[in-house]
């Protein structure tokens, strides 16, 4: 079992600058693949990024490659995902979520998931 709580969101202006973090309960910490997905209004979840175990392996939407960063501590239990050149069409829920298989997380449902943490980009 996993449990995940984000934090970091806010509001920021157009081209600013964010950094979220997730916090990881758990022993097993360093067995799962993590990740962040986010929700806008009236849209579907997307996948956002995700990376490996170890951290040498990550994945990235299209639509932030380039702008985001995701990053991992292992020895803190804590992922990262550092949002830059920030849009209005990044505003949405971002949530963390974590899954043994790294594949899967991509491109299915994730077995964990946050709560979720609010990102507000204004133009």
């Known amino acids: 079992q996993v449990q995940l709580v984000e934090s970091g969101g806010g509001l920021v202006q157009a081209g600013g600058s964010l950094r979220l973090s997730c916090a990881a309960s758990?022993?097993?910490?360093?067995?799962?693949?993590m990740g962040w997905f986010r929700q806008a209004p009236g849209k579907e979840r997307e996948f956002v990024a995700v990376?490996?175990?170890?951290?040498?392996?990550?994945r990235y939407s299209d639509s932030v490659k380039g702008r985001f960063t995701i990053s991992r501590d292992n020895a803190k239990n804590m992922v990262f995902l550092q949002m830059n050149s920030l849009k209005p069409e990044d505003t949405a829920v971002y949530y963390c979520?974590?899954?043994?298989?790294?594949?899967?997380?991509?491109?299915?449902?994730?077995?964990?998931w946050g709560q979720g943490t609010q990102v507000t980009v204004s133009s």
């Open positions: 979520v974590a899954d043994l298989s790294a594949v899967r997380l991509r491109i299915a449902t994730p077995d964990y």
């Open positions: 990376i490996s175990e170890s951290g040498g392996l990550t």
């Open positions: 758990g022993r097993t910490f360093s067995r799962y693949a």
